[in-house]
């Protein structure tokens, strides 16, 4: 049951990482004088429209994608194997 509950805090970690790093690509690498309600304020229109961000921000965008999916599939995989092989920490 411990590892049930593990894998859900880290399939919630990689949507707050997600959620971060997205937000700090809309606030810091938005194009000079561009405003940053464009996309109505949502950050995750940033992951959608990508040619809306310099090349820094292309980068974030990379790692934002895949630290959600590291952090997503790591977590699932714990829960996955919490409910097949019943196991807990000793």
Do not use: Q
Not at 23 to 44: Q, V
Request: charged content about 20%.
């Amino acid at each position: 049951m411990r590892w049930l509950f593990i894998g859900f805090i880290v399939v919630l970690a990689a949507i707050w990482c997600a959620c971060f790093v997205s937000s700090f690509a809309t606030i810091i690498n938005r194009r000079p004088g561009e405003d940053l309600f464009k996309h109505g304020g949502n950050p995750w229109n940033y992951l959608l429209a990508p040619e809306d961000l310099t090349d820094e921000g292309k980068k974030y965008r990379i790692v934002c994608i895949t630290c959600f999916f590291l952090f997503f599939l790591i977590g699932l995989s714990l829960i996955i194997a919490s409910k097949i092989f019943d196991f807990e920490l000793a």
